[in-house]
T-cell receptor
Framework: GEDVEQSLFLSVREGDSSVINCTYT??????LYWYKQEPGAGLQLLTY?????DMKQDQRLTVLLNKKDKHLSLRIADTQTGDSAIYFC????????????FGRGTQLTVWP | DGGITQSPKYLFRKEGQNVTLSCEQNLNHDAMYWYRQDPGQGLRLIYYSQIVNDFQKGDIAEGYSVSREKKESFPLTVTSAQKNPTAFYLC?????????????FGQGTRLTVV
């Protein structure tokens, strides 16, 4: 099956940019997603990118996709303490079905 | 307000007992999913259902069972055959079971076997 890898921890200062990286193995994945999870809560979809795009920007969020290297990143500009959470990278299974493979999550800690 | 509701939030079970986790959605979504989350791990798919009265095994279905008798409801039973059931369980739904449809997640149920 798909293997989605991401680093486990990232710490940044408030106001700095955060960059969370992800790699995946299944080249047939058509959509790649970033989810946010706050403590004890479910997942919230932040953004997604279609595999034929290389960049998507949505307010403070920028997603970069290098399809050749199967590398995805999420940049959060002007990171705030409220951005502290676990961020999951996810990839679909390359078919018409919407079930996802998830990475292990990156714990983002923002210091004031 | 439309949404997806899981209950209870915390559940304790004795070894050897079956337990059922509830998941209800009023979003009129066709597809529903159960995921399991362990500490430091990503989510792993247990079961999913694309339509009423139909469901399919995910990646880690052993020791679990589901039913989909109503569109709104997709309960998950953790049976005594599940060797390591302590985990955080997340239910999700989406309009259709296809990419580029946002999956909405419930708040999760934390199951602890004592």
């Amino acid at each position: 099956g798909e293997d989605v890898e991401q680093s486990l921890f990232l710490s940044v200062r408030e106001g700095d940019s955060s960059v969370i990286n992800c790699t995946y193995t299944d080249s047939s994945s058509t959509y790649l997603y970033w989810y946010k999870q706050e403590p004890g809560a479910g997942l919230q979809l932040l953004t997604y990118i279609f595999s034929n795009m290389d960049m998507k920007q949505d307010q403070r969020l920028t997603v970069l996709l290098n399809k050749k290297d199967k590398h995805l990143s999420l940049r959060i500009a002007d990171t705030q303490t409220g951005d502290s959470a676990i961020y999951f990278c996810a990839a679909d299974r390359g078919s018409t079905l919407g079930r996802l493979y998830f990475g292990r999550g990156t714990q983002l800690t923002v210091w004031p | 307000d439309g949404g997806i509701t899981q209950s209870p939030k915390y559940l304790f079970r004795k070894e050897g007992q079956n337990v059922t986790l509830s998941c209800e959605q009023n979003l009129n979504h066709d597809a529903m999913y159960w995921y399991r989350q362990d500490p430091g791990q990503g989510l792993r798919l247990i079961y999913y259902s694309q339509i009423v009265n139909d469901f399919q095994k995910g990646d880690i279905a052993e020791g679990y069972s589901v039913s989909r008798e109503k569109k709104e409801s997709f309960p998950l039973t953790v049976t005594s055959a599940q060797k390591n059931p302590t985990a955080f369980y997340l239910c999700a739904s989406s309009p259709q079971d296809r990419p580029n449809t946002e999956a909405f997640f419930g708040q999760g149920t934390r199951l602890t076997v004592v």
